[in-house]
T-cell receptor, first 113, second 115 residues
Framework: GQQVMQIPQYQHVQEGEDFTTYCNSS?????IQWYKQRPGGHPVFLIQ?????EVKKQKRLTFQFGEAKKNSSLHITATQTTDVGTYFC?????????????FGSGTQLTVLP | GAGVSQSPSNKVTEKGKDVELRCDPI?????LYWYRQSLGQGLEFLIY????????KSGLPSDRFSAERTGGSVSTLTIQRTQQEDSAVYLC?????????????FGDGTRLSIL
């Protein structure tokens, strides 16, 4: 079945440093979504990427979708303590049922003040 | 309501008992999903409902797990003869439709602890 791998599993950064999490799928994706889960909270949708090579920005967050639509990344510039949480990518397969999102294992970000 | 509502928020029960978890999706959302999240882990897909179509049960880990959705709205996830490995947070999500470009909106989850 489809697998979505995400690295690193954990990342500790000093406030102000940059952070990147990477997502790789074993199969081509029709789109990829990113979610953020604060400690003790539930996943909250951040963004969706659909096109090959697409890049989207939300303030300090930059999201990329690979040319082959099998990988993606989230980059945070100058992290703040409010960025703390676990970031998940989630992909829909290109073929077969597109109903099921496959989530990566997440990257837990800690920002030290 | 404004968001996805799940109840109970916490459930502690003894091994072997049955439990029922409830999810009330966002009004108007036709797609409903159940996930399981173990401590520090990602989200494991369990089951998906879309309108009146047959549910996608491909993620249910065993026949002790079942779910239904009545009237296309509220859903209940039932776990029979609970085991300790069933301990996890059970998350429900809904989306406007089953189109793959729709974001999923999650509830706060039910934290299930099996003693």
């Amino acid at each position: 079945g489809q697998q979505v791998m995400q690295i690193p599993q954990y990342q500790h950064v000093q406030e102000g440093e940059d952070f990147t999490t990477y997502c790789n799928s074993s199969t081509t994706l029709s789109n990829i979504q990113w979610y953020k889960q604060r400690p003790g909270g539930h996943p909250v949708f951040l963004i969706q990427l659909v096109k090959s090579g697409e890049v989207k920005k939300q303030k300090r967050l930059t999201f990329q979708f690979g040319e082959a639509k099998k990988n993606s990344s989230l980059h945070i510039t100058a992290t703040q303590t409010t960025d703390v949480g676990t970031y998940f990518c989630a992909g829909h397969r290109s073929s077969g049922s597109a109903r099921q999102l496959t989530f990566g294992s997440g990257t837990q970000l800690t920002v030290l003040p | 309501g404004a968001g996805v509502s799940q109840s109970p928020s916490n459930k502690v029960t003894e091994k072997g008992k049955d439990v029922e978890l409830r999810c009330d999706p966002i009004s108007g959302h036709t797609a409903l999903y159940w996930y399981r999240q173990s401590l520090g882990q990602g989200l494991e897909f369990l089951i998906y409902f879309q309108g009146n179509s047959a549910p996608d049960k491909s993620g249910l880990p065993s026949d002790r797990f079942s779910a239904e959705r009545t009237g296309g709205s509220v859903s209940t996830l039932t776990i029979q003869r609970t085991q300790q490995e069933d301990s996890a947070v059970y998350l429900c999500a809904s989306s406007l439709s089953s189109d793959s470009n729709q974001p999923q909106h999650f509830g706060d989850g039910t934290r299930l602890s099996i003693l």
